[in-house]
């Protein structure tokens, strides 16, 4: 989000961050409630969920280190549309979304490059929803996994051997399946070597082989 941004322009956010840290489970937001605070991730990990009508979770997104969630509320004072919870512990920076309003009328500057970095990441989005409209239950979950192995990589993961901490139910949320499909795919990409799977943990041994169920 900020990756179109001088360093002049992080440094002035910076100045008005505040760190916040939350516990496993605690909830950050819940949908519906004001929209006044943007975060970035320092560490940890944290979910966007929403109810389902039939009372189902869906989980919309997951955030490391170095993702921001609320980046709305940097431009307006709507409702939150999904409830965000810490997965484990973790900290983050908090941006008011008043503060940064000011910041961006004194400098328009960030306002541009930000809005161009929103429009890249509607783009991502809607070639997201694109390709799992067409895609399998198998194909949606092996890309969940590829993006999660990439972004344990990126936190300083291995690139084999790559542990998970993930649940089936997770995944299927995730990939917007039940979790029983879910649940057989993750069977046959076990017995192939691919993975194992633990109590909350699973381990993708292979990651490359992922691509090969992807299509």
Do not use: K, W
């Not at 649940?183 to 993975?195: M, P, T």
């Not at 699973?202 to 082989?209: E, F, I, Q, R, T």
């Amino acid at each position: 989000m900020f990756s179109t941004l001088e360093r002049d322009d992080l440094e002035r956010i910076a100045s008005l961050a505040v760190p916040r840290s939350f516990g496993s489970g605690e909830v950050v937001f819940r949908e519906g409630d004001a929209s006044d605070t943007c975060y970035v991730v320092r560490s940890g990990r944290a979910r966007a969920i929403r109810e389902h009508p039939d009372g189902r979770l869906i989980t919309l997104a997951t955030f490391g280190p170095g993702d921001i969630f609320g980046e709305l509320a940097m431009f307006e004072d709507e409702r939150r549309s999904a409830t965000v919870e810490a997965l484990e512990e973790t900290s983050v920076v908090a941006v008011l979304g008043p503060d940064m309003r000011r910041l961006m009328s004194i400098h328009p500057g960030i306002s541009m490059r930000l809005a161009i970095a929103l429009g890249r990441r509607l783009r991502e989005s809607n070639e997201r929803l694109a390709r799992q409209s067409f895609q399998t239950v198998q194909s949606r979950v092996a890309v969940v996994l590829r993006e999660l192995v990439g972004q344990a990589i990126t936190e300083g993961a291995p690139e084999s051997e790559v542990h998970l901490v993930t649940t089936q139910a997770g995944i299927a949320q995730l990939a917007g399946s039940s979790r029983e499909s879910a649940s057989r795919f993750l069977a046959v990409l076990e017995r192939a070597g691919v993975i194992s799977q633990g109590r909350g943990r699973l381990v993708v041994h292979d990651p490359p082989a992922l691509d090969s169920y992807v299509y």
